[in-house]
């Protein structure tokens, strides 16, 4: 993967105390990463980086919208993307064994040498994470503005022939219904 300066923060140079990054992320952001499940990108994220001697601590504010296909109805449904993450960044000797033994996903370590910080896999992951792993139209009747009409009136079909069928399973129960009377 090509190292993008823009995504590389010098934080060598910075004081301590808190510093701001905005960075626009758009489809040509992911072209590196492969296809992905959504598409029409428009998401800001915010970085906040709090300088310490000791450690840095990132919060990013993934904000914007995304394209995705519904899991019901197959449409094409924007969604909006609002989330916030922290992630403590430490500098130690041995970076690699301790990312590798850290239990907390929150957690990174660099190495002491280390002067920049390149946080684009962070606001991939970010970015991902932001999307729910199911994506619906919002309204349960499925009658929203982006839900397909063919696609619901299948599902209805679908729901009142699965009522219709009889389940074997339940089948010789109904001889025990009176009997708790």
């Not at 140079?13 to 590196?32: A, M, N, Q, W």
């Not at 957690?107 to 040498?113: D, E, N, P, Q, T």
Request: hydrophobic content about 35%; overall charge negative; aromatic content about 12%.
């Amino acid at each position: 993967m090509n190292s993008r300066r823009e995504f590389e923060i010098a934080f060598v140079g910075l004081k301590p105390g808190v510093h701001e990054f905005t960075y626009e992320i758009t489809d040509r952001f992911f072209e590196e990463y492969g296809e992905q499940d959504f598409w029409d990108c428009q998401a800001a994220v915010k970085l906040l980086l709090e300088k310490t001697p000791n450690f840095m601590m990132l919060r990013f504010q993934v904000g914007g919208t995304v394209k995705v296909v519904c899991d019901r109805c197959s449409s094409n449904l924007p969604l909006n993307l609002f989330e916030d993450f922290t992630v403590t960044v430490k500098a130690v000797e041995n970076p690699e064994e301790m990312n590798d033994t850290e239990e907390d996903p929150d957690v990174y370590y660099i190495s002491r040498g280390e002067s920049h910080l390149h946080v684009a896999p962070m606001i991939y992951e970010f970015v991902n994470l932001s999307i729910p792993m199911q994506k619906e139209c919002e309204y349960e009747a499925m009658d929203g503005p982006y839900c397909n009409p063919a696609a619901r009136e299948a599902l209805e079909k679908m729901k009142k022939a699965e009522e219709e069928k009889e389940n074997p399973l339940w089948k010789g129960l109904e001889k025990f219904k009176g009997l708790e009377e």
